[in-house]
């Protein structure tokens, strides 16, 4: 046999043509497989809308960025901010760890942060995945609106309405304040303090301003109720018991 006739011995034979049926089943199939390529990152896309949803109008991640609240909450920590603790007309209570922002208060300007940057940085810290702004904080409530806290008695402690406050909370070592004040909490008003006193920026540091070193209460985010990361430091924040028996103000709030 010749080379000719061997190589067209060896040549395949031409496909059939596909009928109608069979290039439809053929379409079907693709589009099914398109699908299942998608559908993980719609899946992906859906969850990331949802926990955003659930980070701005019910629990959000707050990242630790500093050492102010130790030995309480330490710096890379993740705290769940309970946005639904003061929103049907409840209000923070002396020893609620809250998150709030700043601005007005503790802050008097922006950083100047670029506005692209500070997008993604927002939502990176909505998912607890980057750090807060640096208009945001967490710290104690030590008086509401109404109260009168001075520091410090004989024994070095706060007193609230006249009644000393044994804050077994405070970080090892440190005292309840190196500065002495007096102030009346305006109504609608918060007077805060970090629990390592040594090492926070708080309301003793912004007496001479405007507010007097008070937040007002529209500024907090919500209530710090659990760490949630690390694994080893799961749990609840409690409120203590450190303000059980304090008496309601003298006189009506400022």
Known sequence: MDTDAQLSER???????????????????RTRAAGLRHRPVA???????FLFFLSTFVVQPFLIPSSSMENTLRIGDRVLVNK????????????DVVVFDGTGSFVHSNSGE??????????GAKLGLARPADTDYVKRVIGIGGDHVTCCDKRGRIKVNGKPVDEGYLHPGDAPSSVDFDIVVPKGKLWVMGDHRARSSDSRDHLGEAGGGTV?????????????WPVGRWTTLHTPRSFDGI???????G
């Open 216 to 228: 007002p209460v529209d500024k907090v985010i919500g209530r710090a109720d659990w760490i949630s």
């Open 247 to 253: 008496p309601a103000p003298a006189g009506p709030h």
């Open 84 to 95: 639904l603790a003061y929103r049907f007309g409840g209000e923070p209570e002396r020893g």
């Open 11 to 29: 040549d395949p034979s031409p496909a059939p043509d596909q009928g109608p049926e069979q290039r439809s089943r053929s379409a079907r199939f």
């Open 114 to 123: 670029n506005p692209v940057t500070a997008l993604l940085r927002g939502a």
């Open 43 to 49: 899946l992906l896309a859906c969850c990331l809308v």
